[in-house]
C-alpha cells in the first residue's frame, strides 16, 4: 500500500455558469509536500486551492484519497483515460481497499504524517461537469467508488511512493462504502451510522435531528 500520485490544484474557470474557479483539475507533483491543517480556501495540501469553500474542505475534509485500481475501474466503464489526479483527488494510492477503509481508522504516511478517514466524497455539479458524462453524479453513487476524505491527525511531509499504514482501526468497523450506501439510499439505516467513530460532526447532528424528527 503506497502514494501512488502526489496531485495539488491548477486553478480553473469553473465550468460551471456563473461558477466561481474550481480548484478540481489537480495535478502530479514530485517533490515532497506539506500536510498540515487547512488553511482558507485550501486544503490540507500545502498550495491546493478550494473554490466553494460551502461545500468542500474544512478539517473533515483535509484531504482526498482515491485508489489508483478504482480509476481503472472506471476507466474501463467509461472507455477514456482518467489520469491520476483527475478526479480531484490529492492522494492517489495503489494497493489498498480505500473504499473498505473505516470510518475513524488512521493511516500512516511516509515517516510522520497521520491521516484519519472520515466520509466518502459526495459528487457535486462541478463534478458533473468535468466528467462531462450522463447522469454522472448518479452514476458515481450508486457505483459506491468514492475514494475517502480525510483529516490531519499529525502534519508532516509526505511524497510519491511513501508507504501507507493502517495504524489504527476502531471497535465499531463502519466502512466508507457502507456509510455511504446508508447516507445516499438506506435512511432506515441511519443509526447504524452513529456507531462510527470519527464520522464529521455536522453529519453525526443531521443523523441525530432526522432519527429524532422521525
Same mark, same amino acid.
Given at each position: 500500500?503506497?502514494?501512488?500520485s502526489?496531485n ?26 506539506s500536510?498540515?491543517?487547512?488553511q ?17 474542505g ?13 480509476? /481503472?475501474w472506471?476507466?474501463? !466503464?467509461? #472507455?477514456r483515460?482518467l489520469p491520476s +489526479? ?6 492517489? &494510492?495503489? =494497493?489498498? /481497499?480505500?473504499?473498505?477503509? !473505516?470510518i #475513524?481508522?488512521?493511516w500512516?504516511? +511516509?515517516d ?5 478517514? &472520515?466520509? =466518502? ?5 462541478t ?5 462531462e ?18 483529516r ?6 509526505l511524497?510519491?511512493?511513501?508507504p501507507i499504514?493502517?495504524v ?5 468497523e463502519?466502512?466508507i ?12 439505516s441511519?443509526p ?12 453525526r447532528?443531521k ?6 424528527s422521525?
Amino acid at each position: 500500500m503506497k502514494v501512488l500520485s502526489v496531485n495539488v490544484a491548477v486553478p480553473r474557470p469553473n465550468p460551471l455558469p456563473g461558477g466561481r474557479m474550481t480548484g478540481i483539475d489537480k495535478q502530479p507533483v514530485t517533490h515532497p509536500i506539506s500536510v498540515r491543517t487547512p488553511q482558507p480556501a485550501h486544503s490540507g495540501v500545502a498550495g491546493d486551492m478550494i473554490g466553494d469553500i460551502d461545500n468542500h474542505g474544512g478539517a473533515d475534509q483535509a484531504v482526498y484519497a482515491y485508489a489508483r485500481e478504482d480509476l /481503472d475501474w472506471w476507466e474501463s !466503464s467509461l #472507455g477514456r483515460p482518467l489520469p491520476s +489526479g483527475f478526479f480531484g483527488e490529492n492522494l492517489t &494510492t495503489v =494497493g489498498m /481497499d480505500v473504499n473498505g477503509a !473505516s470510518i #475513524g481508522e488512521i493511516w500512516k504516511v +511516509g515517516d510522520t504524517v497521520a491521516l484519519q478517514v &472520515t466520509f =466518502g466524497r459526495i459528487p457535486c455539479a462541478t463534478f458533473q461537469a468535468r466528467m462531462e458524462e450522463p447522469r454522472w453524479t448518479r452514476r458515481f453513487a450508486e457505483a459506491n467508488r468514492t475514494g475517502a476524505y480525510l483529516r490531519v491527525v499529525t502534519p508532516g511531509s509526505l511524497q510519491v511512493g511513501d508507504p501507507i499504514e493502517v495504524v489504527h482501526r476502531p471497535s465499531s468497523e463502519v466502512s466508507i462504502a457502507e456509510a455511504f450506501h446508508i447516507w445516499m439510499f438506506d435512511h432506515d439505516s441511519f443509526p447504524r451510522l452513529l456507531s462510527a467513530e470519527g464520522l464529521p460532526a455536522g453529519m453525526r447532528a443531521k443523523v441525530l435531528s432526522r432519527l429524532s424528527s422521525s
